[in-house]
């Protein structure tokens, strides 16, 4: 009897598990995803929600991996915390190009608009993030209102953006598949700093260390915080997480959970 309630309270706990954890959605239409093998394989998203909760913010996640690498993923440090966090999947250089993957990040982050409400999350409470490349692609799809519009979704619906070192010229795997080296600096429609605008959502930048960091990755951000500032946005913040080099995701998160919760509770009022 004792080992069959034991057991019994284990299936009851794994089904409450697997109830929050629903994984390898297709972010795209059926229609669009039969056609292309490399979007049948990689334009997937996992969702993770809350236990117990309604009208719930939501993270979307965008992994790192310099467009070429990489897996979707929902980082252990966002679980547990009252909200959903979508991690996306998307498609990597060579066998894609620019700017297919800024493409399938704006279907994801469309998709999450289009269906959270149906698992209880508030739809007004929306974020975009991501590491590295994945930050490169929330700013792009959050600054740059094409890639939404071609959904039908306005990019200032968007609570916030949330890019952690993320590439703020055009992305170094653009430039190499040009033929262009990762020192030149180039600025154009893929670069988020081409996109500077005073109506954006709010927008939080993190970074590691400027001695630490990628090429230059600290001065990007901060060259793109002046920018919206002059452009007369009055929302853009910067962290440079000291002592911290490129892999500075384990101090950014509290900053990134901290932020979505003064929103959500503003949001309230």
Known sequence: MKTSLILFTLFLFLCSVSAQNLPSISYYPESVSKLNANIQEKCKLDLYLPEKSAGFPAIIWFHGGGLSGGEREIPAELKGKGIAVIGVGYRLTPQAKSPDYIEDAAAAVAWVFKNITKYGGDSSLIFVSGHSAGG??????????????????????????????????????????????DTQPVIDKFAPLFHVRSDAPPLLLITGDRE?????????????????????????????????????????????LDYVKKVAAGNKK
């Open 136 to 181: 490169y692609l929330a700013a792009m799809v959050g600054l740059d209102k094409s890639w939404l519009a071609a959904h039908q979704i306005d990019a200032n619906r968007l609570a916030g953006i949330i890019p952690f070192s993320g590439q703020m010229i055009t992305h170094f795997s653009i430039r190499k598949e040009r033929g262009i080296p």
């Open 212 to 256: 630490m960091e990628l090429l230059g990755r600290y001065e990007e951000n901060a060259y793109m915080m002046r920018m919206m500032k002059v452009a007369g946005h009055k929302q853009t913040t910067l962290f440079e997480l000291q002592g911290y080099d490129h892999g500075m995701t384990k101090p950014g998160f509290p900053l990134l």
